[in-house]
């Protein structure tokens, strides 16, 4: 139990650091960030970083197989974007 518990928590951690990394590149290739709170700790890549993995433990703490689907969506489709800015 505790192995999945895990598994689960570096899923929740690992698509906020491709929506990090994805976005940085869609960022560095032209494209424009259209979230205000993003744009704005673009500069300061550490406290960005510390906020979505602190956003991935808050999906992961409360922990509900709804939230986990919507997170997933809503995530995957951040990530698919910012590689179509990135290459577009």
Do not use: H
């Amino acid at each position: 139990m505790q192995r999945n518990r895990l598994i689960l928590l570096l899923y929740i951690i690992g698509l906020q650091i491709l929506d990090l990394v994805t976005t940085y590149l869609a960022v560095r290739n032209g494209a424009i960030e259209l979230n205000p709170l993003v744009r704005m700790l673009m500069g300061n890549w550490v406290l960005l970083s510390c906020i979505k993995i602190g956003a991935g433990f808050l999906v992961y703490k409360f922990y509900d197989k709804n939230i986990l689907l919507l997170y997933t969506v809503i995530m995957v489709q951040a990530i698919i974007t910012n590689i179509w800015n990135a290459i577009t």
